[in-house]
């Protein structure tokens, strides 16, 4: 393990230097209380550190009530090593956030051994912050996982409903138009019946990617299940989310032949939220709307 040592007299710093030397320590050098701050500005620097008090430039308190107010201030071991040892200078050391206080002059084997418990605190911490950081990834991979359709990679239909109630509540309040456009693969049994389900599942894929390139960063495209998909625009019309629905349905009708071989088109409802309408109710309207383009013909956009 790394330790800094800090100690402005030539000799003395020797000295620690040997005791430490050859004890599984990596020692590095400091003959200043500033060049031992850059030390512990660089990345990778130690965190067991045995500062000498009186230095010129920063003192070892000094340095240490710097430390401690880094935000990972609580993972460093220091030792003050001075001919100061009052009392009130110890006090003022420990309070100051030094961990350790050993007076000079010291025993080399206490020295080290007082070290040896820095050490050992030092990695319990290390791998306690180890195991907190694969904690909060796996975390993140978790909420992620927790919201994503595993296949698209849009947004779930969990996702969808926590937001639509976010988003109803707040066009409520504020007063902004808020529109939904759901969409269906048309005939999309026959494509899995025909060209077998992983072509199906290339064909959901394709959507989503036409969804995602689609849609606005603040839109909201979600698989809802099966091959039928649900997007929810804020602050938009049902005019203006007409018009991506059709962005959408033009897309589809071109894309998917080309990157599939399957010539697969979608229909689409479009309707925006009326006075007082909750996020269920918009649902069910979007739904009428998208079976009102199946009736009449499939591969279009109906506004409900
Ligand atoms: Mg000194």
């Known amino acids: 393990m790394k330790i800094l040592i800090a100690e402005d ?37 130690p965190h067991l550190l045995i500062l000498d008090w009186m230095m010129p430039g920063l003192t070892g308190v000094q340095i240490v009530q710097r430390l401690r107010k ?5 993972s460093y ?19 100051g956030g030094a961990d350790e206080f050993v007076p000079k002059p010291y025993h080399a084997d206490v020295l080290r051994s007082r070290a040896n418990v820095g050490r050992r605190i030092v990695s319990l911490h290390e791998s306690l912050s180890e195991k907190m ?16 359709d595993e296949l698209t ?3 779930n239909r969990r996702f969808f409903n926590e937001n639509i109630m976010k988003s109803v509540s707040a066009a409520k309040r504020y007063q902004f138009p808020l ?9 999309f049994k026959v494509v899995n019946d025909t060209h ?6 290339q064909v959901l894929k394709v959507f989503a990617n036409i969804l995602r390139n689609t849609a606005r960063t603040e839109d909201i495209s979600a698989r809802w299940g099966g091959e039928e998909f649900i997007i929810l625009l804020t602050h938009t019309s049902c005019e203006g989310a007409a018009v991506m629905a059709e962005r959408v349905r033009r897309l589809m009708e071109s894309e998917c032949f080309r990157i599939t071989s399957i010539a697969v088109t979608v229909s689409l409802g479009v309707v925006e939220r009326q006075n007082d309408e ?27």
């Open 77 to 95: 071991y220091t030792i003050i090593l001075t001919a100061l040892d009052t009392p009130t200078d110890i006090s003022f050391a420990l309070d």
């Open 278 to 304: 909750d996020a269920e109710a918009l649902i069910k309207r979007a739904d009428k709307a998208l079976y009102c383009a199946k009736d009449e013909g499939r591969n279009r956009v109906v506004l409900g």
């Open 153 to 155: 990679n849009l947004y």
């Open 70 to 74: 880094r935000p990972n201030g609580h």
């Open 9 to 45: 007299d030539f000799i003395s710093r020797k000295m620690l230097e040997k005791i430490f030397s050859g004890h599984g320590y990596e020692i590095i050098s400091a003959s200043d209380g500033d060049e031992a701050w850059r030390i512990l500005e660089e990345p990778e620097h």
């Open 196 to 201: 077998g389900h992983s072509a199906g599942d």
């Open 133 to 148: 950081r694969l904690l909060e990834e796996a975390n993140i991979t978790i909420s992620r996982q927790a919201a994503t």
């Open 179 to 187: 529109s939904l456009i759901m969409a269906d693969i048309d005939k």
